[in-house]
């Protein structure tokens, strides 16, 4: 029975996981009814259907790459054919390996991604923008996906916007020399976890190009380079000079570019005169020892800091003629000790153990207090410098090198995109590039891409409870469902729990005897006797009715033995006549 109740909880339960399923799948066409008639096992993972992406709006798009059509990248994508400078011959060349492929788990069907298979490699791939993007009065937004599928070790995944110009037309050539605008994304070696921007900003008053990198963000970075989920990168540059990052859509970084970068956009307008010197007399001493102190003739300079305490005295139980250590008694010279080679042999010294329950050992002596009288060497006292005149500092000058770009966002021109790497770790996994001029576009190319993707790793971690829970608050309709899965197999198991039990038929005839058997206030056919009988016919009759009945007696009920007490003693019999009563004896049970 318990088997047959485990086997109808399971087909139940796969009706209820079943109907989850359908439901999620097309929750249009779900109906309540025609879940509780089917019954299918639940899927591994969740099918989240998946589109290869188009932006919303062409126009304000500069390149827009989801890699699922591999004609269209080798169209688009150049690996870099280039040697780096200032490096061995054998690890110069850019050879690095670039494939197109799903990801190694929680994969939508039909998504695929640029990967970066070797590590310990320099890698370098480029594409030219659909149109260069030039900074004037449109924000740049840069969006990508990135998932360090081996975690990261030391290496970065950031991607560098290529400055316009005789290199961008020549991808081929694209190394670490290559101008960049701004280089963006996370890059790790130890436990320095990065999230860079940097972007390369034009000195306008002698043509020199210098790195600014912005400030750190407060927010922690370990989990981005270890969790091996899909992480979405978003920097958003606007016209104003301000700036935001962030992942996975949550802003972790913000600020100027004037104001939250290192060095400076901008020069100081004034700087310490590098030909200016402190003058001899110039004194900087706030405070001086007074010159008109006297040491006091009381003063001891030699008095010492610790004294013989003069009123102590030995301890009682101190055993001075006692030595605190001896020669171990169970020590033996080595076989091999060389008397003319090492000297001569002494056991070596253990601790009295005699002293082990006494005060101490050995010669007592007093021991040493702090000295009242001692004073340490004088010093005269300190006094506010009446020459003083504070700290001094070398005059303050114009900058020669000032000037003031107050429009720092406004940039070289970009006119193409590429990744630029060295790896101590394999598979790394880049999709969904978007750079464009519009908030929406890139909020509606990440719904179409990477929300997809943390939605299903999010439904493939759920519990079937919590899938359920879910999915109630949407479609009500599935209280149905519930009752019908969960209310009848209840309702079967307590009526097996609780339905009477029949008897067999041989515990039927038991019953019955015992029931025949069983005593009764009413006079037995043993207590009737014929006219004209004796009282003692009466009686022997009666003894051996007694005899006869005791194959019966013994099936009656247990309720019985509570009268075996009464039933042992005289038991006195009435006269059908009116007689009197006559004392009868009854014969013990065998019980």
């Not at 591999?70 to 994508?77: D, E, H, I, L, V």
């Not at 976890?193 to 190009?209: A, E, T």
Request: net charge negative.
């Amino acid at each position: 029975m318990g088997k047959l109740v485990r086997v109808i909880c399971t087909l139940y339960l796969l009706v209820a996981i079943s109907a989850v399923n359908r439901a999620e799948e097309d929750p249009d066409e779900f109906d309540a009814d025609e879940a509780t008639v089917e019954v299918e096992s639940e899927p591994s993972t969740v099918d989240v259907p998946y589109e290869s992406p188009t932006p919303i709006d062409q126009n304000k798009v500069y390149l827009a790459d989801h890699f699922d059509d591999a004609a269209q990248f080798s169209k688009r994508w150049i690996k870099s054919k280039a040697k780096k400078d200032g490096i061995s011959e054998e690890i110069a060349k850019y050879d690095g390996i670039w494939e197109l492929e799903a990801p190694l788990k929680d994969a939508l069907v039909g998504d695929m991604g640029l990967v970066l298979k070797s590590k310990a490699k320099h890698a370098a791939i480029a594409s030219s923008l659909i149109k260069p993007f030039v900074f004037n009065t449109k924000p740049l937004i840069v969006q990508y996906e990135v998932i360090l599928q081996d975690g990261q070790e030391c290496g970065g995944a950031y991607l560098k916007l290529l400055s316009d110009g005789t290199d961008t037309r020549n991808l081929g050539q694209f190394t670490d020399k290559s101008p960049y605008t701004i280089m963006f994304g996370p890059d790790k070696c130890g436990n320095d976890h990065k999230l860079h921007f940097i972007f390369r900003h034009k000195n306008p008053r002698n043509g020199s190009v210098e790195e600014k990198h912005c400030k750190k963000p407060t927010e922690r970075l370990e989990d981005y380079f270890s969790d091996k989920l899909p992480h979405l990168y978003t920097l958003i540059l606007n016209p104003d000079n301000t700036f935001e990052i962030k992942v996975d859509k949550t802003v972790i970084n913000s600020g100027s570019l004037l104001e939250d970068f290192t060095p400076s956009v901008n020069p100081p307008s004034e700087i310490d005169d590098p030909e200016d010197s402190r003058p001899e007399d110039w004194d900087e001493r706030e405070k001086i020892p007074d010159a008109e102190a006297v040491k006091p003739e009381d003063w001891d300079e030699d008095a010492p800091a610790q004294i013989i305490d003069e009123f102590a005295t030995m301890p009682s139980g101190w055993l001075e003629d006692e030595p605190t250590h001896i020669p171990d008694p169970n020590a033996k010279k080595p076989v091999d000790w060389d008397t003319e080679m090492d000297g001569s042999w002494e056991p070596p010294l253990i601790d009295n153990p005699v002293c082990a329950d006494a005060t101490g050992c050995g010669k007592w002596e007093p021991p040493l207090i702090n000295n009242p009288n001692f004073k340490g060497k004088w010093r005269a006292p300190l006094i506010d410098n009446p020459n003083y005149k504070g700290k001094w500092r070398p005059r303050r000058i114009p900058n020669p090198e000032f000037f003031e770009d107050k429009e720092p966002f406004k940039m070289h021109t970009v006119s193409a995109v590429g990744f630029e790497l060295w790896s101590m770790s394999k598979d790394i996994y880049f999709d969904n590039i978007i750079i464009t001029d519009d908030h929406y576009v890139a909020e509606h190319w990440a719904a179409a891409t990477f929300e997809k993707k943390r939605q299903k790793i999010a439904r493939d971690s759920e519990s079937v409870v919590q899938r359920l829970a879910n999915l109630t608050n949407d479609y009500p309709i599935l209280w149905i469902v519930y009752i019908l899965v969960l209310g009848v197999p209840i309702v079967f198991i307590l009526y097996l729990c609780c339905k009477p039990k029949s008897a067999s038929p041989t515990e039927n005839e038991e019953l019955k005897r015992a029931a025949e058997a069983k005593k009764t206030d009413a006079p037995s056919p043993d207590d009737l006797a014929a006219p004209g009988m004796s009282n003692a016919n009466k009686i022997d009759e009666s003894v051996e009715d007694d005899e006869a009945s005791e194959d019966k007696e013994k099936y009656s009920d247990k309720d019985e033995d509570d009268d075996d007490d009464e039933d042992e003693k005289d038991a006195v019999i009435s006269d059908q006549n009116g007689e009197g009563d006559v004392p009868r004896k009854r014969k013990p049970r065998k019980e």
